[in-house]
């Protein structure tokens, strides 16, 4: 069984810079890809960046050059270093882990912006 824990999200005004971290437990292979998602309200939930075997990633168009996602395998831990935040990166940010045709959410952080 994997459990996930989101934690950082808060309020920021914009311009400003957040860092969310993940923490899995459980049976994880870092060779498995960890994902960030984020819902807005009223929005469909979008996949913002996602990180294989800690080297591999891949961004969203709307946030390459201000996010960076990295993973710590050795804490079981992926993070979210979110630069030149705007208003519409308001959302909840969920954390995802796919292993064995299974997928597992956390409970999400939720990240305000003000403009």
């Known amino acids: 069984q994997v459990q996930l824990v989101e934690s950082g999200g808060g309020l920021v005004q914009a311009g400003g810079s957040l860092r969310l971290s993940c923490a899995a437990s459980g049976s994880i292979f870092s060779a498995n890809a960890m994902r960030w998602y984020r819902q807005a309200p009223g929005k469909q939930r979008e996949l913002v960046a996602a990180?294989?075997?800690?080297?591999?990633?891949t961004y969203a168009n709307s946030v390459k050059g201000r996010f960076t996602i990295s993973r710590d395998n050795t804490k079981n831990t992926v993070y979210l270093q979110m630069n030149n935040l705007k208003s519409e990166d308001t959302a909840v940010y969920y954390c995802?882990?796919?292993?064995?045709?299974?997928?597992?959410w956390g409970q999400g952080t939720q990240v305000t912006v003000s403009s």
């Open positions: 995802n882990y796919l292993q064995s045709m299974r997928e597992y």
């Open positions: 990180i294989i075997s800690g080297s591999i990633t």
